[in-house]
């Protein structure tokens, strides 16, 4: 395909047009001609001038209404009235001014004085003489710049109209009627014909030109109002900034107290650009929508039973449940998901759990459900782990692969099957960094006994609480009695029901050790059940899945490593176009997890999961606008005003790849002119890092 160069707008030149293209001019105030439905070949609705019914020529070809004389163009008025407020005056006829010629503008006067001068003609005999001014107004220098680029076209003669084929005649329930400009035309037409056919410049006629500039003027805002905005023609139809997959959004400034620490995978690098996830997922629709599929869609939905895999929320088991045809395609088809993202417009969606619709309702335990979760988490301090099954979740996340037998290799000589370790021994056996100088266990009679004769020990203790034989290199404490085992049977039955035996020997169960704990309560015990906790499962840290939950899942992954363009909107200068990476939001405040797709499975760190509100008592809200970092900032030229931003994501790897070796070079680090981001110069920035480095003198 060949290159297109871009297209520039400018003032028209009414009679350079006209000549160009062979306009023809309008001079007729009729529609029709007499006694025909045929438009008359003179009037604003000509097939001679304006092409044949139907015709492409209609939707381009243009007339002229000939001014009879001399007017200023409509694009250079509005920005000449807006230079000084006086000028309105003085045109309209309302106030006397001279030109002074010192300051080479008009001066304010009265009707008194001899120099003194109003009207139309009046105005534009000493408009080519008038110097405007600028000042640090950006606006009036534009304004300015306009005026002075475009003096060869500050006069016309000549008025275009518009190709008949934008405004033609409508016949609704036999009655005709046209666009509103019509009639404007048609009233200038009137004001032209009263003038001499030969033109004049007259200052007879100067009320009569002043209504044909506003006239001419009327034309001009009205037309412009048709293109203007987002919602007018030319920005609706031609130069729209709906690109696919991307979005605008305010900036808003970042929460720099969210992390603890400069190594926290949160922290907010001037390399990244701080993305909500419904903005992340709206930019790049194609690979979320993808991993919502495969990684949470696919292998609970079966297409050719109409059935899903579905978790009861009473026993957090999962079963298969019938749903409609309608359920099935939201969530197996691309146009079906792509709903998903579509619903985080509304805030409140995203906190809510992901329910498929049942195609009847069910009954569990009395309750009725129309709905039931499609997953589960297991959601405990910072650590998450997906599931479908708590059963087949709790056996797999005690970590057994990581207990070790710490008796495995003393010198006891005492049968493993009469006794039961429990305490800081059994702990440590189950992987926490301690090392207990005293050990607890639950025995035998026979164990118990054996401990007591031998001369070694000593009992220093035998009470309703247990036995405590103190020996020369350590303590033993028999716990029967605070574990309510009075006899070789309970200690039996225990073993059988509470124990676990990690190659030789029997150790308390986590379960019961986690319980033990949390019903003693104590300060000194906190550090052993936040161990305990994250081997032994608790069905209330299980829990369905929210939306966006899922959803930050399936973008971080697809955005993973993926880099995005920032650009500043309106656009002010060649440096508002930033490349940088992503960090993806969710909600304010988020937080750092450890994620586990299943237990066992290596976790990977995800920044920024999501808070849940009712798991917390802090205020937590969903994140909505565009963070950027102070770099960013001062290459567009914004500030949290209310200005705004572009986000376009880069989904091919080619982009994304270009993006990562322009960060990587330390050309990232330099202005467009050379200098340090943040306009540091070396000649301070140096000498002053070596001054808080070292003691001695600094030379240049």
Not at 129 to 154: G, P
């Amino acid at each position: 395909m060949a290159a297109k160069a871009p297209f520039n707008v400018s003032v028209i030149d009414p009679d350079e047009y006209v000549k160009r293209k062979g306009c023809l001019p309008v001079t007729s105030h009729s529609v029709y001609e007499p006694s025909t439905q045929l438009f008359h070949p003179d009037g604003l609705f000509s097939e001679v001038i304006f092409g044949q019914m139907g015709s492409n020529d209609r939707l381009i070809r243009r007339g002229y209404i000939d001014l009879h004389t001399t007017l200023i163009n409509p694009h250079l008025y509005k920005q000449i009235m807006r230079l000084k407020g006086m000028y309105k005056d003085v045109v309209a006829g309302k106030k006397y001014a001279y030109f002074d010629k010192e300051i080479k503008d008009l001066a304010v006067t009265d009707s008194n004085d001899p120099n003194g001068n109003t009207g139309y003609s009046f105005f534009l005999s000493v408009l080519p003489k008038i110097e405007f001014k600028k000042n640090a107004s950006i606006q009036r220098i534009n304004r300015v710049n306009t005026v002075e680029m475009y003096k060869d076209r500050l006069f016309i003669t000549k008025m275009l109209v518009l190709p008949a084929g934008v405004r033609d005649v409508k016949v609704s329930n036999g009655r005709a009627s046209s666009d509103e400009i019509n009639k404007i035309y048609l009233a200038l037409l009137s004001l032209a014909k009263s003038l001499p056919e030969s033109g004049t410049d007259d200052p007879m006629y100067d009320v009569i030109r002043y209504q044909m500039q506003q006239k001419v003027m009327l034309i001009y805002e009205y037309i412009r109002t048709l293109m203007k905005d987002k919602h007018g023609f030319a920005q609706g139809k031609y130069t729209a900034r709906a690109v696919v997959y991307a979005n605008r959004n305010v900036i808003t400034a970042a929460l720099t107290t969210k992390v603890t620490s400069a190594n926290s995978p949160a922290i907010f690098s001037m390399d990244e650009s701080e993305v909500p996830l419904y903005q992340a997922m709206k930019g790049a629709v194609p690979l979320v929508v993808y991993h919502l599929k495969t990684g949470f869609f696919d292998n609970a939905f079966d297409s050719q039973s109409n059935t899903v895999l579905l978790v009861n929320p009473v026993t957090k088991e999962s079963s298969y449940y019938e749903i409609d045809d309608a359920e099935l395609r939201k969530y197996t088809t691309l146009e079906g998901i792509e709903t998903i993202v579509d619903d985080f417009r509304h805030t409140e969606f995203a906190f809510e759990p992901v329910l498929i619709k049942l195609k009847e309702p069910v009954v569990i335990e009395g309750q009725k459900y129309e709905a039931l979760p499609l997953s589960m988490v297991y959601d405990y301090n910072n650590h998450v782990t997906i599931g479908k099954s708590y059963s087949d979740f709790a056996d797999s996340y005690s970590k057994r692969e990581t207990y070790k037998d710490i008796l495995e290799h003393t010198e006891m000589e005492i049968d493993p099957e009469s006794f039961i370790v429990e305490g800081s021994s059994s702990i440590a056996a189950f992987g926490m960094d301690i090392h207990p100088k005293d050990f607890d266990v639950i025995a035998t009679s026979d164990f118990i006994k054996e401990f007591k004769d031998q001369s070694t020990g000593k009992v220093i203790e035998d009470n309703d609480v247990g036995i405590k034989i103190e020996f020369k290199n350590y303590t033993l404490h028999i716990t029967n009695k605070g574990w309510g085992i009075k006899n070789d049977d309970d200690f039996n039955k225990f073993k059988q029901e509470n124990a676990i035996k990690i190659t030789n020997h029997y150790y308390v169960s986590p379960a019961q050790m986690c319980a033990k704990y949390a019903a003693l309560n104590r300060l000194k015990d906190k550090v052993k059940l936040e161990f305990l906790n994250t081997i032994v499962p608790h069905k209330a840290y299980y829990r369905p899945i929210t939306n966006v939950e899922m959803c930050y899942m399936a973008t971080y992954t697809a955005l993973h490593d993926k880099c995005c363009t920032v650009t500043r909107y309106p656009v002010l200068n060649m440096q508002n176009l930033v490349p940088c990476k992503i960090h993806l939001m969710t909600t304010t405040p988020g937080r750092v997890v450890a994620f586990q797709t299943a237990p066992g499975v290596p976790s990977i760190e995800l920044p920024e999961y999501p808070v849940i509100p009712s798991e917390s008592a802090i205020k937590v809200a969903l994140k909505q606008s565009m963070s950027l970092h102070p770099v960013t900032l001062d290459y567009l030229d914004a500030d949290h005003d209310g200005d705004t931003v572009s986000l376009n994501i880069l989904l091919s790897d080619e982009a994304t790849k270009e993006v990562h070796e322009f960060l990587d070079n330390k050309i990232s680090l330099l202005t467009m002119t050379g200098d340090l981001i943040y306009n540091l110069s070396s000649k301070w920035v140096v000498p002053m890092s070596f001054l808080f480095a070292t003691s001695h003198k600094i030379t240049q």
